[in-house]
């Protein structure tokens, strides 16, 4: 199947695009375009026009920062993998963008991107809110900041208002020592996952978070989690609150994601060695 007609829009700046976005409310944003290209080619997705921001410098720039790094919306997975950007945490991006799908949608696909998308599954939402990122948005009514958690209002939901733009996100710096624990499901590599979670343990700062996504909904966060990582079982009440006790078989293995995760907090290994 092939894509329904659209209009094609290359904006000078992320004003013009957010003029552009909220002068037609059909129209879409398009960067890396791994997640929406598909949904075009199925016909699930009829945007009146794309709007590309891919090459938008405003979207390309990286701030390195004296409490964290400040990341545009178009900086590629590949390029938190393969370390051509700084990372505030003590490795655990490129980590986490290894295992990001294959290397052909790394090479494309984009953090902003990522986070519009709003894939309950996906590594970077339920990743950066674990280390407290926070969401930069620009629009007809100025620029704004919201946590990660505040903005991703559930499976594929955002709270990206009418004609803004993700301009980037900010992820607070670790300290040396920090420990971090990641482990997703999937069928095979390259699948979403049925289940994930991470988890940041971060003493010196006093900041123990942990994280759960792929639930088919909002993730479960649980901001202040060093009793849970003493005691994994504390979580699930959160997460039969979360509907999935009504399925034991997907309770029980975000229950083993969980504690494997929690297990897992120390020293990022190698990248040769990283999980896919």
Not at 51 to 79: C, N, S, W
Not at 243 to 268: M, N, S, W
Request: glycine share 10%.
């Amino acid at each position: 199947m092939k894509a329904a007609r659209f209009d094609y829009l290359r904006p000078a700046t992320v004003a013009e695009a957010a003029a552009a976005l909220a002068g037609d409310p059909a129209a879409k944003p398009v960067a890396g375009g791994q997640s929406l290209g598909p949904m075009l080619n199925l016909r699930l997705a009829r945007p009146s026009t794309l709007v590309d921001v891919a090459k938008l410098p405003e979207l390309r720039r990286v701030e390195e920062r004296a409490d964290g790094v400040f990341y545009g919306a178009a900086i590629t997975h590949a390029e938190f993998e393969d370390g051509v950007v700084p990372d505030p945490t003590p490795g655990f991006l490129a980590w986490i963008a290894h295992g990001i799908a294959y290397r052909a949608v790394r090479n494309r696909g984009t953090v902003g991107g990522s986070l519009v998308h709003a894939d309950p599954a996906a590594d970077w939402p339920t990743t950066l809110t674990a280390l407290g990122a926070r969401v930069v948005l620009a629009g007809p009514s100025g620029a704004r900041e919201l946590a990660l958690e505040d903005f991703v209002l559930g499976a594929f939901s955002t709270a990206l208002e009418e004609g803004e733009v993700v301009t980037g996100v900010f992820i607070p710096r670790c300290s040396a020592g920090a420990r971090f624990g990641y482990r997703k499901s999937c069928r095979k590599v390259g699948e979403f996952a049925e289940a994930m979670c991470a988890v940041l343990s971060d003493e010196v700062r006093g900041v123990h978070r942990l994280v759960v996504g792929a639930t088919e909904g909002r993730h479960i966060v649980v901001a202040e989690a060093r009793d849970a990582l003493a005691d994994p079982s504390l979580l699930d009440d959160r997460l039969a609150q979360a509907g999935l006790a009504a399925d034991p078989p997907t309770f029980r293995l975000h229950r083993k994601v969980i504690r494997e995760a929690i297990a897992q907090l120390a020293a990022v290994p190698e990248t040769e060695s990283l999980p896919a």
